[in-house]
Nanobody
Framework: QVQLVESGGGLVQAGGSLRLSCAAS????????MGWFRQAPGKEREFVAA????????YYAESVKGRFTISRDNAKNTVYLQMNSLKPEDTAVYYC???????????????????WGQGNQVTVSS
């Protein structure tokens, strides 16, 4: 079992930056692909960004491409989401997730992930 604990959310003005962190328990973090999803009130959970288990590949939703960067530090069992040029429409609860299946591609669908964090609120004011 893997536990994921997110931190770093909060309130920021439009145009500002935040960095989310997701710390994972266990000794197999380096074999998991990691992803970030978000869910705004009244909307479905949507994909934001993901990084392969090797760290060699990343993938972003079109809405965040060029503004958000996902990275991982396997020595710290942590994945990050650097969010720049934030917009009010980025307001949501952000979730990190882990995929244990070491698949060839980068998982971008919620059903491909096995473990989820508790969620972290990000609010961007206009």
């Amino acid at each position: 079992q893997v536990q994921l604990v997110e931190s770093g959310g909060g309130l920021v003005q439009a145009g500002g930056s935040l960095r989310l962190s997701c710390a994972a328990s266990g000794r197999t973090f380096s074999s998991y692909a990691m992803g970030w999803f978000r869910q705004a009130p009244g909307k479905e959970r949507e994909f934001v960004a993901a990084i392969s288990w090797s760290g060699g590949g990343t993938y972003y939703a079109e809405s965040v491409k060029g503004r958000f960067t996902i990275s991982r530090d396997n020595a710290k069992n942590t994945v990050y989401l650097q969010m720049n040029s934030l917009k009010p429409e980025d307001t949501a609860v952000y979730y990190c997730a882990a995929d244990r299946d070491r698949r060839a591609g980068i998982p971008i669908v919620t059903t491909q992930y096995d473990y989820w964090g508790q969620g972290n609120q990000v609010t961007v004011s206009s």
